[in-house]
């Protein structure tokens, strides 16, 4: 199923997406501020799901929001899980092990705060805070069943389903500082949607992640291509920490960010970046 959070009427909804992509139909959801996000928890707790509830709608009429506009706590990001990102990056202030070698995947937190929806501006921060806007198309994946020290083995149980992010970058400050949490986190830097397909209709361990600037694509990766695999992240971030249901695990993107062309490329106003991944939809944000 697609999990989708809209706005229509003056109001909040939560409901299911059509498989082809084109009606919304809304369930019986009592509070939708925090979108899709009190459904997963019911389902976990064994709850049934909500029923429909209202009119179905085609999707141009509705204004999609991030399907999980309000996060509990911060999204657990990953850096570097590309062999060929790493590689591109490997000439810059990163440091110079190739994350190849290294058992430990990079992890680092973006504030939940600053999640937007798949079509929502995202705001250019002021050339005083960065002049190096850069974006990173990503496979999320979003947590169901929670728990802690969950093994490699069991890890894709915990798998409720996946949504598309942009890990939208501030470069000079991500490289500024010793963690990478502040360059991650302005607002707006976290484009999300357009909906949460769920794991029963997709396998993250098997699908494409595009991006493309104003209509030029730039990364194109796929996702078994990955460094650490998606069992390996769950089993990475929930050591000694409990995941709860809900929690986002951004996976890290693909070869082709700006600051890997030569000379790098960001972002200026008016750009339009566009991510689309295989099995569940796109997102398209314009930089203002
Ligand atoms: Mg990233």
């Not at 921060?125 to 169901?144: M, N």
């Not at 996946?162 to 400050?173: G, H, K, L, Q």
Request: glycine share 10%.
């Amino acid at each position: 199923m697609r999990w989708a959070t809209w706005q229509w009427g003056g109001r909040h909804h939560v409901g299911t997406i059509s498989a082809d992509g084109r009606e919304a139909t809304p369930h019986a959801v009592v509070d939708a501020s925090y979108g899709v996000l009190p459904l997963i928890q019911a389902m976990v707790r064994g709850e049934p799901l909500p029923q429909p509830s209202g009119t179905r709608l085609p999707v141009e009429v509705i204004t999609l929001r991030a399907p999980l506009p309000r996060p509990l706590r911060s999204l657990f990001c990953v850096g570097r899980n590309y062999h060929a990102h790493a590689a591109e990056l490997a000439g810059s202030v990163f440091r110079q092990t190739m994350p190849a070698e290294d058992p430990w995947p990079i992890v680092f937190g973006k504030l939940g705060e600053c999640v937007v929806g798949p079509h929502d501006a995202v705001k250019m921060p002021l050339p005083s805070a960065s002049i190096q806007i850069d974006y990173e198309s990503e496979l999320a994946v979003v947590i169901g069943q929670g728990g802690r020290d969950i093994p490699r083995s069991r890890a894709m149980d915990h798998v409720f389903g996946y949504t598309n992010v942009n890990d939208v970058t501030a470069r000079d400050v991500q490289m500024r500082h010793q963690q990478w949490d502040l360059g991650k986190s302005f607002d707006t830097f976290c484009p999300m949607g357009p909906w949460i397909v769920t794991a029963d209709e997709l396998d993250g361990r098997a699908t494409r992640v595009r991006g493309w600037v104003n209509g030029a694509l730039r990364q194109d990766g796929l996702t078994k291509d990955m460094i650490h695999d998606i069992p390996t992240l769950i089993e990475t971030c929930s050591r000694g920490i409990t995941l709860y249901p809900g929690d986002v695990i951004a996976t890290g993107t693909p070869a082709g960010v700006g600051m890997g062309l030569k000379p790098p490329q960001w972002l200026k106003a008016g750009d339009v970046v566009r991510i689309e991944i295989d099995g569940i939809g796109v997102i398209e944000n314009r930089f203002e």
